[in-house]
């Protein structure tokens, strides 16, 4: 079966460094997708990972790594307002998007 | 930038009742989706849609659901008879090409209540 785990929940404080982990199984690979989501609200794409590597967008940054189907998203100087679900999504051989449950990330003062 | 927009926001219906949900794509957006995510759970896979055809569809997507782009704007699903556990926010997305390394553009979503 096709499985994404990434972890429940984290917590970081205002200012911070995080680390979001997700590994992957999943029929085929044609691309990793991070999205984050406020509750209640539809989710936002943050990035995007099909080679293996370190993507950059500003202060977040995405990893691949497809031999070991795992990725992490970066989130650095963390703000209030990174306060947020974040998704972690794969596109499977049929282009589908199989996604995780999903990690709650809570910013402290 | 273009969005994709969504109608209703909120829908309450009675269980048994028909419901259906519209989405206004992104022009040039040829391929479509429709997500639910059941509040606190995660984002679901129902159907993908190309060419007024459905491309792929998941196990929840039954005979109970439809889609449709009636007037070659607007997607539409449908659901006939709905169930409590229909409750859910239902996303629709679309992209211009599945193949190509674009993101899906989500609509705000509708939040559906079966009472």
């Known amino acids: 079966g096709q499985n994404i785990d990434q972890p429940t929940e984290m917590t970081a404080t205002e200012g911070a460094i995080v680390q979001i982990n997700c590994t992957y199984q999943?029929?085929?690979?044609?691309?990793l997708f991070w999205y984050q989501q406020h509750a209640g609200e539809a989710p936002t794409f943050l990035s995007y990972n099909v080679l293996d590597g370190l993507e950059e967008k500003g202060r977040f940054s995405s990893f691949l790594s497809r031999s070991k189907g795992y990725s992490y998203l970066l989130l650095k100087e963390l703000q209030m307002k990174d306060s947020a679900s974040y998704l972690c999504a794969v596109r499977d051989s049929n282009y589908q998007l199989i996604w995780g449950a999903g990690t709650k990330l809570i910013i402290k003062p | 930038e273009p969005e994709v927009t969504q109608t209703p926001s909120h829908q309450v219906t009675q269980m048994g009742q028909e419901v259906i949900l519209r989405c206004v794509p992104i022009?040039?957006?040829?391929?479509f989706y429709w997500y639910r995510q059941i509040l606190g759970q995660k984002v679901e896979f129902l159907v993908s849609?190309?060419?007024?055809?459905?491309?792929?569809k998941s196990e929840i997507f039954d005979d109970q659901f439809s889609v449709e782009r009636p007037d070659g704007s607007n997607f539409t699903l449908k659901i006939r008879s709905t169930k409590l556990e229909d409750s859910a926010m239902y996303f629709c997305?679309?992209?211009?090409?599945?193949?190509?390394?674009?993101?899906?553009?989500f609509g705000p979503g509708t939040r559906l209540t079966v009472t």
């Open positions: 849609f190309y060419n007024n055809e459905i491309s792929e």
């Open positions: 997305a679309n992209l211009p090409h599945p193949e190509v390394p674009y993101e899906q553009y």
């Open positions: 022009s040039n957006h040829l391929y």
């Open positions: 999943t029929s085929g690979f044609n691309g």
